[in-house]
């Protein structure tokens, strides 16, 4: 290669870098508010997966629970081996268990009332 053709090459290279970077600094920096933002809830992840094993004392958790949004209220999402049990962060609340089959709106919201 010449040393016009290696120049380029190069200068290309770095120039491809660069967005990548300047990409990556874009989405880190959009990202930020939510990532330094730390809630407290009453109920740990530990405590929902506490209160998601006494709901199905025969199921068995896989993996740790995942902070959600669930029908705008903040919820662990708990996964066991037949569903998932979705634990109310603030309260321990079971807002819904699929661990025992699908449920009817009118169940869903008798729960509720």
Do not use: W
């Amino acid at each position: 290669m010449s040393s016009r053709t290696t120049r380029l090459f190069f200068s290309t290279l770095a120039a491809i870098i660069l967005v990548f970077v300047a990409d990556g600094l874009i989405i880190l920096y959009a990202n930020l508010p939510s990532m330094t933002k730390q809630e407290s809830y009453n109920i740990s992840f530990q405590n929902a997966t506490v209160i998601a094993q006494d709901n199905e004392p025969t199921a068995t958790v896989i993996g740790a629970p995942t902070l959600i949004t669930y029908a705008g209220t903040p919820a662990y999402e708990v996964m066991l081996d037949r569903g998932m049990i979705y634990v109310e962060a603030n309260t321990g609340r079971v807002l819904a268990n699929t661990a025992r089959g699908p449920i009817s709106c009118e169940q869903s919201m008798a729960t509720t009332n």
